[in-house]
Each structure stands twice: as structure tokens, then as C-alpha cells.
């Protein structure tokens, strides 16, 4: 029988009556290349106390005890969202039971009169909570990456989008207006021709950084890509509020970047836009908010507010 070659710790929460029959189970354990370290529980409120409070790699279960089963136990894991191995270790469990318990969520049965099964189960249910463990970080690594931009870990274009639209279609049932701002760094490219891209990755990182500092929680920055960056503010109703929120980014911004032992004065250009006045379509609110944006960048003015008259510039550019 192969069993761990260097001692293994394992954290085991025991479901069990018996004081005896938990310390053979750890023994049992000890002997197999384990340290357990483990607390025995035997009602359901210590359980779900114990399974709040600590991590977890194992659960074993007594089937029957005089207020608390297995099934009882398994009810509580579930509830608790832990995906965590479940042994019933029991003497007095038979045959249908069994496979009502391995239907209803265990993952094996051991007898207490013959634990040869106890070790090999136990390693192979540790590996199996390790691959979907894996699965798990896999699945929500794709799901980050499909609306997370890994760089600045801000929200990336696709979601943003999606928020804005979710802000449009509740301003026009509710009748409230939001203001969108659009930014671009300035002076960002000497960053990169100075010291290279990863460089230019850290100067983002700090632009992130310096623009949440400036918003509330109801707020959202996104990276679009580059160094453009999106903010929807959902509770501004006017361009006032949005002015001071530009402001307090510019006041950031007006503080040196720096990147390794060198500093760098990288400033900020925003346009802003106000729903329903200036769009009341996702894209005609992001043309107005880039037009003011390209305006605040062109003379040099940290932001601008957008006019019909940027509009017609911007179409006739």
C-alpha cells in the first residue's frame, strides 16, 4: 500500500460521539504518514460553528449518534459551500444506508471493524478535492479574464460596457441622469521609450491606483485598453459633480509617477458626458465623452466638459 512519503498535515474536522474512536481514527491517520490536526464535534450547532470558523481538508462522520447523523453532518457541509471530502467512518451502517449516504453527498464508507480502506480512501479523495480544486481556479480564472483586465485588475471594456448600458436603460425607466467620463494619460509614451513596457505596466498599475482613490464604491473604472481609462459615475446628475471628480484626478496626476528610480510627470486628459443630455445611447455617450476628451488633451486643459459644438468639430475631424 503506498502511503505519503513525508508526513502530510491535514486539518479534519471528526464528527463522533466516542472520544476512543476519534483518537483511533488518529492514530489510524498518524500510522498512514499524516498529522492530523483535528477537533471532534458532536452536534450540529459545533459543527457549523467549526466549519465558519476554521479551513477544512476532511470531514469524517460517525453515521449514527443520539441527536446528530451523517446525513444530518453532509446537510450542513452542503449549506456551508465547502467542497470538502465527506468519509463516513461508522460501525453501525449497513449496506442501503450506505448508498443512500454516497447518493445523498458522501464520498466513501469506512467500517469501524475494518479500516484497511481508511488511508487509500483518504489520499485518493484528497486528490480528488485537489483536481477540482484546480478545476474550480481554472473555471473562475476564464471567467476574470473574460471582464477583468489582469493588468490593472480594473474591470475591461466588455464590462464596462455592459455597466454602461445597465446605467442608460435605469436612467431612462427611473428618469436619472449619470455622467461618463473618458481619460487618456499624457506624456504616457515616454515611459515606455525611457525604460521599456514593463515599465509602462507599472506606471498603469499606479494610474489605477491614483483614479480609484478619487471614487466611491457605486462607481466604476475601467481600463479600455492602452492608457485609456472609462469611469461611469451612476449617482452624478450633473456635470458639476463629474468636474469634481476630473479634478480630484488631476490633482493625483499632478504627482510625480515613479517607476524604479526614475520620475515621471505623467498628466491626464478627460471628457465628460452627461446622460440623457449629451446621449442617450451607450456609443453617442462614449463619442461625446471621447470628443470632450480629445479637446481636454488638444489644449491642454486636464478636461472638458462636452458641447454641441465639440460634437460637430469631432464628425467634421
Known amino acids: 500500500m503506498d502511503h505519503p512519503m513525508l508526513p502530510t498535515p491535514l486539518r479534519a474536522l471528526i464528527v463522533e460521539d466516542s472520544e476512543d474512536d476519534t483518537l483511533l481514527l488518529v492514530k489510524q491517520l498518524r500510522e498512514g504518514g499524516f498529522v492530523p490536526e483535528y477537533t471532534r464535534v458532536e452536534t450540529a450547532e459545533t459543527m457549523r460553528q467549526r466549519l465558519e470558523q476554521g479551513a477544512w481538508d ?28 465527506f468519509i463516513i467512518v461508522s460501525g453501525t451502517i449497513g449496506e442501503d444506508r450506505a448508498v443512500q449516504a454516497m447518493k445523498a453527498g458522501a464520498h466513501d464508507y469506512i467500517m469501524k471493524s475494518n479500516t ?7 489520499e485518493r479523495e484528497l486528490r480528488e478535492a485537489q483536481v477540482r480544486l484546480e478545476r474550480r481556479q481554472a473555471q473562475e480564472r476564464v471567467q476574470y479574464l473574460a471582464y477583468y483586465d489582469p493588468l490593472t485588475d480594473l474591470p475591461n471594456r466588455t464590462l464596462f460596457a455592459d455597466r454602461l448600458q445597465q446605467a442608460v436603460l435605469i436612467g431612462r425607466r427611473e428618469k436619472q441622469c449619470f455622467a461618463l467620463l473618458v481619460m487618456d494619460l499624457d506624456r504616457f509614451k515616454d515611459v515606455n521609450d525611457t525604460l521599456g513596457h514593463h515599465a509602462g505596466d507599472q506606471a498603469l498599475q499606479q494610474a489605477a491606483m491614483r483614479i480609484k482613490t478619487c471614487m466611491r464604491e457605486s462607481d466604476t473604472v475601467a481600463r479600455m485598453g492602452g492608457d485609456e481609462f472609462a469611469i461611469l459615475l451612476p449617482t452624478t446628475s450633473h456635470p458639476d459633480g463629474a468636474t469634481v ?29 452627461v446622460f440623457p443630455g449629451h446621449g442617450n445611447e451607450t456609443d453617442i455617450l462614449m463619442r461625446a465623452a471621447d470628443a470632450a476628451m480629445y479637446e481636454a488633451k488638444r489644449t491642454q486643459s486636464g478636461f472638458k466638459v462636452y458641447s454641441p459644438d465639440l460634437g460637430r468639430k469631432f464628425e467634421t475631424a
Open 245 to 273: 471628480v476630473a479634478r480630484k484626478i488631476l490633482a493625483e496626476f499632478s504627482k510625480s509617477l515613479q517607476i524604479g528610480d526614475r520620475n515621471f510627470d505623467i498628466g491626464a486628459s478627460l471628457g465628460i458626458a
Open 58 to 85: 476532511i470531514v469524517f462522520a460517525d453515521f449514527t449518534m443520539p441527536r446528530f447523523d451523517a446525513f444530518d453532518a453532509l446537510n450542513l457541509l452542503h449549506a456551508s459551500g465547502l467542497d470538502l471530502p
Open 116 to 122: 484497511a480502506r481508511l488511508l487509500p480512501a483518504v
